[in-house]
């Protein structure tokens, strides 16, 4: 089974994208063939620094070796040292119909949050479809925003191989629906859009001002609360141990229990967490060469498993 995950550097990774698709791909890193890339082009639907865009595409990849990827397991590697990425992006446009594309939520939820109504971000399924087909994935673990494109990708695929024979197949989403929705800091969906996150590695007391800040309800410390649906305790039940969770929905149901005292357990918990990663991180990022080589060896061994399929893939198109 070939597994593959994408993430885009848009900007520094939160505890939503650890919970939402790090960690699964990190389980998932011993039950098949794992791939896994930066989607550098995608972000540039957002992102319009050259700067700004490197340095994000390298602490992306230094997140994921230090919070679990296994460089051994799992092919790491930036889109944009995939040409063929692109190439079969415009074979797959050109069957792409544009009522397809204007039916996508993603799009439609983009634009209402600023950002502007390009051709790339209109396009953004076509280009996702390509990164999946191109290397043969059955199965990719995708938000529940994104699962709409992935049927797009299903849908691209069958098209493709209506007109041209089969060449691709057709792969499967993968969405832990334990961790489907992770809350931000306000209650919402946590998402760099609605600037409610809580960054992976940000400096320990901004980490500590964020989570202190969760909003809540008018609730006094003496009052009973129903733990479900509370964000700190929506929060604390990613990272903490089953026992740990039960005490604390007990807690709150006898009552005598605060939402502050309750903050303080989240963070002590993210801190045993992620105080590892973060010491690793640090070591990681010491050594740009390593990292480069990591990324250069993933490009090469994503480059020769994409190979065969695009002769195939040329072949039938006619070039």
């Not at 993933?298 to 994409?306: T, V």
Request: glycine share 6%; hydrophobic share 40%.
């Amino acid at each position: 089974m070939r597994i593959l995950t994408g993430i885009q550097p848009s900007g520094k990774l939160h505890w939503g994208n650890y919970f939402g698709a790090m960690k699964s791909m990190f389980d998932l890193q011993e039950k098949g063939e794992n791939f896994m890339f930066i989607a550098n082009y995608h972000a540039m639907t957002s992102v319009r620094d050259g700067a700004k865009l490197r340095e994000a595409t390298r602490d992306v990849a230094l997140d994921y070796l230090a919070c679990g990827l296994d460089p051994e397991k799992t092919v790491m590697y930036r889109q944009s040292d995939v040409p063929e990425v692109q190439e079969l992006a415009w074979y797959l446009s050109c069957l792409t119909p544009m009522g397809l594309l204007e039916r996508c939520h993603s799009y439609k939820d983009k634009l209402a949050h600023g950002l502007d109504a390009t051709h790339g971000l209109f396009a953004y399924p076509v280009l996702m479809a390509a990164d999946i087909l191109i290397m043969n994935a059955d199965l990719v673990p995708v938000g529940k925003d994104q699962k709409q494109h992935l049927e797009v990708t299903r849908d691209l695929a069958q098209k493709f191989n209506n007109a041209y024979g089969e060449i691709f197949k057709l792969p499967d989403a993968y969405i832990p629906e334990t961790v489907a929705t992770i809350p931000g800091t306000d209650g919402q969906k946590m998402s760099k859009s609605y600037h409610n996150t809580i960054e992976l590695f940000e400096p320990a007391n901004s980490i500590k001002k964020k989570v202190m800040g969760i909003v809540t309800d008018s609730k006094t410390m003496e009052e009973p609360k129903e733990p479900e649906g509370n964000s700190i305790y929506e929060l604390y039940k990613l990272f903490a141990t089953g026992e740990e969770v039960e005490e604390m929905a007990s807690s709150f149901r006898a009552g005598n229990y605060g939402y502050g005292h309750a903050k303080k357990a989240l963070l002590a918990a993210y801190h045993r967490l992620f105080d590892p990663y973060r010491e690793k991180r640090e070591k990681l990022a010491a050594d740009p060469s390593m990292l480069e080589d990591i990324l250069s060896d993933g490009a090469k061994r994503a480059r020769k498993s994409a190979a065969p399929l695009m002769e195939k893939v040329r072949s039938a198109v006619g070039i």
